[in-house]
């Protein structure tokens, strides 16, 4: 049985962003639903933020192709709002990610498990599911593509992370640039 679950069906937001220098950021979801006083806050590593967005775009285009009476969803959002609020308290580190969609309420679920450490038992990881409109998910994966680009700039040479200081690029043969 789970540590706890959670369930906010639906949230009126949800947003990721990043806190602390490039290089040593901390990456989070974050997610409100109307009667709530304190938003729900997890961790997550940048590559699982990249992959939800990623995920995320591919997700909707097939919910489009299945049902292309539905309405597109926009991926329109405002700056000011995308940032997160504190309290920043996270409940826990993501291990796995999982969306999915109901017809009925027209309505995507991302389902966030805790990260299980060695010999910890996976049915105890806690659950958060935070069921968002396509609208709100598709904004939230755009966001999310702005707020990793934010980071340390990419080598030209080889597409790994650069430091102020430059970085030994093994297409350069180690070299400093």
């Given at each position: 049985?789970?540590r706890?679950?959670?369930?906010l069906?639906?949230v009126s937001?949800?947003?990721a962003?990043?806190i602390?220098?490039?290089?040593q950021r901390?990456?989070?979801?974050?997610?409100?639903q109307?009667s709530?006083?304190?938003?729900v806050?997890?961790?997550l590593?940048k590559?699982?933020?990249q992959?939800?967005?990623?995920?995320v775009e591919?997700?909707?285009?097939?919910i489009a192709?299945?049902?292309?009476?539905l309405?597109?969803a926009?991926?329109?959002?405002?700056?000011?709002?995308?940032?997160i609020?504190p309290?920043?308290?996270?409940?826990?580190?993501?291990?796995?990610?999982?969306?999915?969609?109901?017809s009925?309420q027209?309505?995507?679920v991302?389902?966030?498990?805790?990260?299980?450490?060695?010999?910890?038992?996976p049915e105890?990881a806690a659950?958060?599911?935070f069921w968002?409109t396509?609208?709100?998910i598709?904004?939230?994966?755009r966001?999310s593509?702005?707020v990793?680009s934010?980071?340390r700039p990419?080598?030209p040479?080889c597409?790994a992370p650069?430091?102020?200081e430059g970085?030994?690029?093994p297409k350069?043969?180690?070299?400093?640039?």
């Amino acid at each position: 049985m789970p540590r706890f679950e959670l369930d906010l069906n639906p949230v009126s937001h949800i947003t990721a962003d990043a806190i602390g220098a490039p290089g040593q950021r901390v990456f989070y979801i974050q997610g409100w639903q109307e009667s709530d006083l304190q938003p729900v806050t997890i961790i997550l590593e940048k590559v699982q933020l990249q992959s939800l967005a990623v995920g995320v775009e591919q997700f909707i285009a097939e919910i489009a192709r299945q049902k292309p009476d539905l309405p597109q969803a926009s991926a329109d959002y405002a700056e000011e709002k995308m940032h997160i609020s504190p309290p920043v308290d996270p409940l826990f580190r993501v291990g796995e990610i999982g969306m999915g969609y109901d017809s009925e309420q027209d309505l995507v679920v991302l389902l966030m498990r805790e990260i299980v450490l060695e010999g910890g038992a996976p049915e105890e990881a806690a659950v958060v599911r935070f069921w968002c409109t396509r609208s709100q998910i598709r904004a939230l994966a755009r966001w999310s593509v702005e707020v990793v680009s934010r980071g340390r700039p990419l080598c030209p040479q080889c597409g790994a992370p650069m430091e102020p200081e430059g970085h030994f690029c093994p297409k350069k043969n180690g070299h400093k640039h």
